[in-house]
Structures are given as structure tokens and as C-alpha cells.
């Protein structure tokens, strides 16, 4: 991923609107929601938008969660022993979860 400078003009304006849609209360339901349905394995993300992206960025915690909501022996997702680090390998588990959801 490149690294992004400062935004400007309407850049800048459109990010704010991004922002100030963030709802910090709903990132903490979600987040407790994720929790209960997964179980305390999943982990829990730091506080804030970018920490939340990074917990489900690579797909384990939502793979978890879809995998949760159906009965044992018929997981649709498979959950790979270590989290993927490459980029296509994290596109790849959330792929299985869109499928899957």
C-alpha cells in the first residue's frame, strides 16, 4: 500500500465526512456482538476505527463469526492454523466469508 500525504481541498472534505460518520457506540456493540457469538479467542480490537479495520482485516475474525452462526459439521469456512499475512491470502478468507454470508 502506498503512503498517503495530507489531504487537501476536497480530499480533505470527503474524509471528514467519512469520519464524522464513524459511530464509536456501534464499533463497541459490534464489537461485544462478535465477541459473545465467537467466544474470548477472537480477541479484541484497540479502540477506534483503524483498530477495528485491523481486526478483521485479514478475515480470521470474521471467518470465526460466519463459522459460528451454523451448526458443527458444517463450518463453510476454512480457518487457516496461522492468520494470513499476504494480502491475497487475506483477500482470500474474506472472500470465503462474503460466499459463505
Known amino acids: 500500500m502506498a503512503n498517503k500525504g495530507p489531504a487537501y481541498g476536497m480530499s480533505r472534505d470527503v474524509q471528514s465526512k ?4 464513524y459511530d464509536d457506540e456501534l464499533e463497541d456493540r459490534l464489537v461485544e456482538w462478535i465477541v ?13 476505527r483503524l ?9 480470521i ?6 463459522n459460528s452462526l451454523y451448526p458443527d459439521g458444517s463450518k463453510p469456512v ?23 454470508a
Not at 36 to 47: D, F, I, K, L, N
Not at 80 to 100: C, G, N, R, Y
Request: net charge positive; with cysteine.
Open 51 to 59: 483498530g477495528f479495520q485491523v481486526w478483521l482485516k485479514n478475515g
Open 18 to 21: 467519512i469520519e464524522k460518520k
Open 36 to 48: 459473545a457469538q465467537c467466544g474470548a479467542a477472537v480477541g479484541r480490537p484497540e479502540r477506534g
Open 78 to 100: 476454512k480457518i487457516p492454523d496461522s492468520p494470513p499475512t499476504m494480502v491475497f491470502k487475506q483477500m482470500e478468507q474474506i472472500a470465503q466469508f462474503l460466499k459463505a
Open 61 to 66: 475474525v470474521l471467518s470465526r463469526l460466519v
